[in-house]
């Protein structure tokens, strides 16, 4: 709102260089919180009007813009006005050029108590923010280094590194390979010397009841492969339902097949 118009405001007038004007019975201060500004920096902008009851206030800001809404009080039962705006400067009209510039606001006009009062002009100077020599400078010049600059560690290093990181690598693959064969169940293989046959695969069986369940299941799908090669079906069939029934195969379970087995084959372990 570039023209502020006002009866009544608040109390209190502290900011410092005033500009009085006296015209009759009134007293205008204008003033502002500094002496100069930068484009879209804000600064706030005082008026105090003391005269009769029932005045008017008309305080213009153009060509600055507010940054928030007045602050406007009275005091002694309306003879004292007080008129606070943030002002700041976002128009070609009070920006600078390549120098500062003085830009004067409008005069503060009061009527409505005896004879019209205007006061003088507060004035702020807008300063540019680049100064003249950066503008027309043929290269920019940054606070901060924006060239490349070399790696600082020659190529022969970084192939080292790389090379060590690659050993590393190969070397940790290695460990992970051996761990997985030193995990593999006894089941996978018959042990050297031992002989096979239903009597080794009942005994690997029973082992089983000891370990995980992954290595019960194996152990009963060989016991069922050893069986069927004998010729018994009944026994290979509930071998196989119990390696790979949708519960997992408990010790007690697997002990009884192995009982069972030996039973219905005639084997000995």
Known sequence: MRRLLLTAAVAGFGLGAAVPATAGDVVIKTAVDRQSVGLGEPFVYTVEARGRSGMTVFADVAPFVAAAPPRRSQSD???LVRIEQRLLCLDRACAPGKNAR???L???RVTGAGAPARAAAASITVVPRVPEQAVTAARARYRVDDAVH???????????LLAALAVVAVVLAVLLVLRTVRRAPAASAPRRGTPGGIAYALRLL?????????DRR???DY??????ERGSESAAE???RLAWSAPEPRPPEVVALADRVETTTGSET
């Open 77 to 79: 039962g309306g003879a």
């Open 102 to 104: 003085t830009v004067s």
């Open 106 to 108: 409008p005069r503060v």
């Open 150 to 160: 070399p790696a600082s560690a020659p190529w022969g290093v970084a192939a080292g």
């Open 206 to 214: 029973r082992e089983s009841a000891r370990r995980p369940a992954p």
């Open 218 to 220: 194996r152990a009963a």
């Open 223 to 228: 016991v069922a492969r050893a069986v069927g």
């Open 238 to 240: 509930d071998a196989r």
